[in-house]
């Protein structure tokens, strides 16, 4: 259905406020400054007020459906989200800015770096990528560039199981890298068997979402962990299932070597209307150095200082790194 512009139903002499009665003399406006060309409509205000709401409905929001993003539904995240993330110290920042004026934002960034160092028993974090699938395209570059140092370039294949979200092999190929299926037992777990067939030295890498998204989390990955490190290829993990296992065990002490976490699934980054999201990266020791940067590196005294202020410290002593609400 379309809607009239305004002009299409403005009626000439109508108007949408009513004066008060004059309580002061009245005065003309000198003739010079009069004029009936401004072009403006003449409306009520009901036909205003009907107008915009119509349009309002137009718009795509979580007052009204699910919360979308590029390749998923997503759960409800809290509009105090979305206010934190509007704070002009994070919305007007700017990519080019002196790091000198942006210590507050630098050492909350880092801050959270930690935290996921710590969830995920990684060595080290990127905050870079921008979604889940932008941090699958990362990790797939880093595990080439990781082989290509070890001249192992010929390692082009990532091993992708049948119940594996659809940006998996999509990154692959954006990588352009060769996908190949890996089934699913009858319990729904990946086929062990046939991922010891498939591993071999051409193969990258496996990437595995535990739980699954079936849902179901895969008792065997310190096996599977065995095989894909057997034959040379590295364990990615997608974390976009983080939220199952957050507290309860810690991805790479299972034998992950590098994984994104979905920030906006597991904790509560906002991206309505489908982005920007965010994936950061955790990588073990042997793949740190292959982040994408910049990665904040350690507060320096102003930072710490402005950290402990966000904390609530009156003095520049460091914030906990540790936490029990995130
Ligand atoms: C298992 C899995 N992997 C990757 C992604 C991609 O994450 P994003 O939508 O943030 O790009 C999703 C979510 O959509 C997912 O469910």
Known sequence: MTEPTVYEFSVPGRSGVTLAPLDVPAAELPADLLRD??????????????????????????????????????????????????LPGFAEGHPLQAPAT???SLALM???????????????????PAAGAHGELGALLMMRAYHADR???????????????????ASSAMAGLTTLEIPSDARGNLDLAALRAACNESVLGLMLTNPNTLGLFDENIGEIARIVHGCGALLYGDGANMNALTGIVRPGE?????????LHKTFATPHGGGGPG??????????????????????????????????????CTPCSTRTTSA
């Open 37 to 86: 060309d401004n072009g403006l409509p003449e409306l009520s205000q009901l036909d205003v007020v009907r107008h915009f709401l119509r349009l309002s409905q137009r718009n795509w929001g979580i007052d009204s459906g699910f919360y979308p993003l590029g390749s998923c539904t997503m759960k409800y995240n809290p509009k105090i989200a979305d206010e934190v993330a509007r």
């Open 110 to 128: 880092h801050r959270l770096q930690e935290w996921l160092k710590e969830i995920g028993g990684f060595v080290a974090v990127s905050l870079q």
């Open 278 to 315: 965010s994936g950061p990266l955790g990588a073990s020791a042997a793949l740190a150095d292959y982040l994408p940067g910049p990665v904040s590196s350690a507060p320096t005294p102003i930072s710490r200082c402005m950290a402990a202020r966000a904390c609530g410290r009156t003095r």
């Open 254 to 262: 299972l034998g992950i070597d590098l994984m994104h976490y979905n």
């Open 102 to 104: 942006m210590q507050g």
């Open 151 to 169: 001249g192992e370039a010929r390692r082009r294949v990532v091993l992708i199981p049948d119940s594996a979200h659809g940006t998996n092999p």
